[in-house]
């Protein structure tokens, strides 16, 4: 390291200045004096710093290139995830959707179940399905606190699905029309013939008590009879699907696998049904007065 004296720095620094002066007007002078001189110093130059230029542009460019993937994957993962949570939020509410238009349209098919003659009817959600080998049940949401009562009908828009059995306090059983318990006295409406619609258990129940086996065709539409102070006469039951040994099978209106909601319609024919036997709690037998103390004695 040079080492410079005090008045030796003053004295460079006092001179630089004007010099530095000098040279910028020299360089102007001759730059307006020589214009060419000085476009081939700066194309010489360029040419000569261009290759340096150039190679230290390509990996300064492949470094911004790498930096431009990177943050477009991240943008893409990130709207990715914002898609995939979108998507999700989405089919959830498609699934509601699809859920209220399935109780949309069953209820708007109680609509026109409009009950004729009826006393006064609730609408009833579908809360189990009991269907099985053996029984043929519904459970609906509604009991005697909402004023129905054991033997009324549950029907929906498109015809009859059976009667009440059992009626809770805030649930009760619906018995269907193709459970094996079931019986109900129809028409045939074409030839007003009239018959019992037997359950079996199966999807299809049969036509009993005929007078004739040409007494029905494929096709005739089945409705309730009024026969037996059950049901009112007219509620649709079905049509005639197959004609067999057995007799002719009925292919009920409603299809009760997808029955969500029902009415449960008093007609006023409950009252006359016989009710249920109530088991009554046997006296205990008590023994007479002073027995115990003789037989203490």
Known sequence: MIWLSPQTRAAIQRTMLPVLVLLSAAIVVLGKADQ???????????????????????????????????????NTYQENARLEAENSRLLQWQQTALNLSADNQQLRGLLKAVPENSVSYVTARVIANSGGAYVRTLLVNAGSEDHVARGQAAITGEGLVGRLTEVGNRAARVLLITDLNSRIPVV????????????????RPRLTY????????????????????????????????????????????????????????????????????????????????????????
């Open 36 to 74: 060419l001189l000085f476009d081939s110093m700066r194309t010489a130059v360029t040419d000569t710093v261009a290759p340096v230029l150039e190679a230290v542009s390509r990996p300064l460019a492949a470094v911004g290139s790498v930096i431009d993937n990177v943050n477009m994957l991240l």
């Open 210 to 297: 005929l007078p004739s086996p040409d007494a029905v065709k494929i096709g005739d539409r089945v409705v309730t009879s009024g026969e037996g102070g059950v049901f009112p006469p007219g509620l649709p039951v079905g049509v005639v699907s197959a004609i067999d040994a057995g007799g002719p099978r009925i292919e009920p209106y409603v299809e009760v696998s997808q029955v969500g909601y029902l009415l449960v319609v008093d007609y006023g024919l409950s009252r006359s049904l016989p009710q249920p036997v109530q088991v009554l709690a046997k006296p205990s037998k008590r023994k007479p007065p002073g027995e115990d103390d003789a037989a203490t004695r």
């Open 188 to 203: 045939i409406e074409s030839s007003h013939v009239n018959a019992v619609l037997a359950g079996d258990n199966t999807e």
